[in-house]
């Protein structure tokens, strides 16, 4: 537990002038489950407490390699309300991507066709490229895009967050 004069600050960024995402102070048993930064680098400063430190991150990853499979997505662990990832795959230029989905659990709508959480896929670098998939619910077919490159983007709102989804690629 945090003593009364205890504190500890994670900012977003490199230095102490980056917004204040998480602060806890004071005596508490409390354990935060979870923060969202947007950057790629936080910066925590702790006032005499002791702080034990889990990190993971699944958003916006670049990917680069040949006959490789990585997983990318949230590996199962309930996705956060307003989640906004991106993730781009780069292989040689020979070669095509296969995306595979191992796992899926995205909270779908009562309509297909504007689903409240989903995963898109795009067929090129970016989210300007043409859509090849939209993932929502409980399965997914496999992939393949047509290039060398291909980018996804998972949205969700605030009502309700599952599980997430485990995608694989390979070249």
């Given at each position: 537990p945090l003593r009364s004069v205890d504190w500890y600050r994670v900012l977003e960024g490199e230095d102490c002038l980056g917004k204040t995402v998480l602060l806890a102070k004071g005596?508490?048993?409390e354990t935060e489950t979870w923060m969202k930064s947007f950057q790629r680098?936080?910066?925590?400063?702790?006032?005499?407490?002791?702080?034990?430190?889990?990190?993971?991150?699944y958003c916006n990853e670049h990917f680069v390699g040949n006959d490789t499979e990585t997983h990318i997505g949230p590996q199962l662990q309930s996705y956060p309300?307003?989640?906004?990832?991106?993730?781009?795959?780069?292989?040689n230029p020979e070669y095509r991507i296969k995306l595979d989905f191992t796992a899926v659990s995205i909270e779908p709508s009562l309509t297909a066709s504007t689903p409240?959480?989903?995963?898109?896929?795009?067929?090129?670098?970016?989210?300007a490229s043409?859509?090849?998939?939209?993932?929502s619910g409980f399965s997914a077919k496999s992939i393949m895009s047509s290039t060398n490159q291909l980018a996804a983007m998972f949205i969700s709102d605030n009502s309700i967050e599952m599980d997430g989804f485990v995608t694989q690629f390979t070249a």
């Open positions: 005596p508490s048993t680098t936080v910066l925590i400063i702790v006032n005499g407490a002791q702080l034990n430190i889990t990190y993971s991150t309300a307003y989640s906004f990832c991106n993730w781009l795959i780069d292989v409240y959480d989903k995963f898109i896929v795009f067929d090129g670098p970016s989210c043409p859509v090849i998939a939209v993932v």
